[in-house]
């Protein structure tokens, strides 16, 4: 079981990255698949989520309006768009899986709820 996360760089700011998490050995229709971040001196941040049932979307108020998660089953990869980057995005971006049950309805947001994680791929927002 492997998630890839992919696609980070340097971008200046107003940038539209995407970002790829792909998975092997486990197939993520089943999973939801949340993204967190991690910028230098700063504990990780919950970014934003995608379910496995309905693929409704969540997103952390910081970034709402301008990054978007979605996913392509038959590519077994889920995508995060960012738009209209600042600096304040730059940090190492993670993507997690978790396929089980949870007991409240915000758990995505909680790190510690999901199984499986990718290495994190660095975004840069500078001029």
């Known amino acids: 079981v492997q998630l890839q996360a992919s696609g980070g760089g340097s971008v200046q700011p107003g940038g539209s990255p995407r970002l790829s998490c792909a998975a092997s050995g486990f197939t993520l229709d089943y999973y939801a698949i949340g993204w967190f971040r991690q910028a230098p001196g700063k504990e990780r941040e919950w970014v934003s989520c995608?379910?496995?049932?309905?693929?409704?979307?969540y997103y952390a108020d910081s970034v709402k309006g301008r990054f978007t998660v979605s996913r392509d089953n038959a590519k077994n990869t889920v995508y995060l768009q960012m738009n209209s980057l600042k600096p304040e995005d730059t940090a190492v971006y993670f993507c997690?899986?978790?396929?089980?049950?949870?007991?409240?309805?915000?758990?995505?947001?909680?790190?510690?709820?999901?199984?499986?994680w990718g290495q994190g791929t660095l975004v840069t927002v500078s001029s």
């Open positions: 997690a899986a978790d396929g089980s049950a949870h007991a409240y309805s915000t758990w995505y947001k909680v790190r510690y709820e999901y199984a499986y």
């Open positions: 995608i379910s496995s049932s309905d693929g409704r979307t």
